[in-house]
DNA sequence: TTGAAATATGAACAAATGTTCACTACCATT
DNA sequence: AATGGTAGTGAACATTTGTTCATATTTCAA
């Protein structure tokens, strides 16, 4: 079976720590974070977790306490985005990326999971993973994750052009039309980031 | 201007470090690597590379010298490669880029700088980074970093195809001809590493 | 209720480690 | 030779921090 509320709660601390800060916590620091007055508890909690294969420390050295998969930052892949932007929905959540997200600008980009060839154009693949930068509003011609409120499902790539009257979303591929919203039926797109790059990984 | 050698070791070696270990050297195993007694030189070599922006620590904790544009593993990325597998090679490092090389599969995975659009038909462009996973055998039909003593002055990415009396590079992209190398000739062909995967940033 | 498992507390120890200071050594330029 | 920047040595101090032990408290199912 998985782990306990606290044991949970512990190593989703750790990941946050390391993700945001790139640095491990101290045993202390936890214990801080969760209100406790010794370390000795957290301390067997981390025991546990490493028995479990969740976290690796090297004994005695300091701050060493660290998930085990990997160190470091890392960006959330969604595989998919129902509403909102997603701020720490872990339903959608296909992996974790260790990848700085300073690399694509923002502290707050995410991988968005690409299915289908209607970018193709663009050179974006299905299987590929476009990194959202969120924004609410985007350029003329930029390409965006947008949702389009009983429309779209869920949110997709498209190059997203503005005109006197509306909004046009533009699939990078000949064979997709482009959906054309006039007037008041332009709020119902809704735009959920800009493109800020891709990362493809090759079986 | 630029660093010191002794400073510029001690930076290539922190980042060595992080990108290995994913977690930073104390000052002292840093003095340890350099063979150096006391803690006291390299702390102040750590505080001017902290005042030039190479490095950050959070005061009097533990293990915080850590690079400063981003913690945690990394990639280094090659504008082009002249002869064999770059180990250590600082010439042509374009970036380091925040990655984890598990996030391709093998730790010594690096980056290569597209140049051109000689790829196009794999939907790689101009400016992305191809990941390339070294090795020295391909499978018929994969896509590799390769170089040609006297034909290709640095590596590039060929899709590679094996006849009975030679072997093919295919650019994906039908304005290249393809090059053929027969008999002993297909000994020039260099195998530099395997495409593992594609990162692109948008501007 | 009862008992086991998970948690928390308090105290204390030993190491690891950042940091500082004074002094010496080397090296290139003036 | 004098000077100034960079580096290395030795010693010492104060914290941070991992780790352990014994004991109390909570939780939760049998």
Redesign the pocket.
């Known amino acids: 079976m998985g782990?306990?509320?606290?044991?949970?709660e512990?190593l989703d601390f750790i990941r946050k720590q390391v993700r945001t800060h790139g640095v491990?916590?101290?045993?202390?620091?936890?214990?801080h974070h969760?209100?406790?007055?010794?370390?000795?508890?957290?301390?067997?909690?981390?025991?546990?977790l490493e028995q479990q294969g969740y976290i690796t420390?090297?004994?005695?050295?300091?701050?060493?306490?660290r998930p085990a998969g990997g160190a470091g930052r890392s960006m959330p892949v969604l595989g998919n985005i129902a509403a909102g932007i997603p701020i720490d929905a872990q339903e959608d959540l296909v992996e974790e990326l260790p990848v700085d997200t300073a690399l694509f600008g923002s502290d707050d980009c995410f991988g968005l999971l690409v299915k289908g060839d209607s970018m193709v154009d663009l050179h974006i693949m299905d299987g590929d993973i476009a990194i959202i930068r969120p924004c609410h509003q985007v350029e003329h011609g930029n390409v965006a994750a947008v949702m389009v409120q009983g429309v779209l499902p869920e949110a997709t790539l498209k190059t997203v052009k503005f005109h006197e009257d509306g909004i046009e979303l533009h699939a990078a591929n000949p064979l997709y039309e482009p959906l054309t919203f006039l007037g008041d039926e332009a709020r119902r797109v809704q735009i959920i980031g800009k493109l800020a790059g891709i990362i493809r990984r090759n079986r």
Do not use: D, M, N, Y
């Open positions: 782990l306990t509320k606290r044991q949970q512990i491990s916590p101290s045993v202390r620091e936890i214990c969760f209100g406790l007055k010794g370390p000795a508890g957290v301390h067997r909690i981390l025991k546990v420390s090297i004994p005695g050295k300091k701050r060493t306490w």
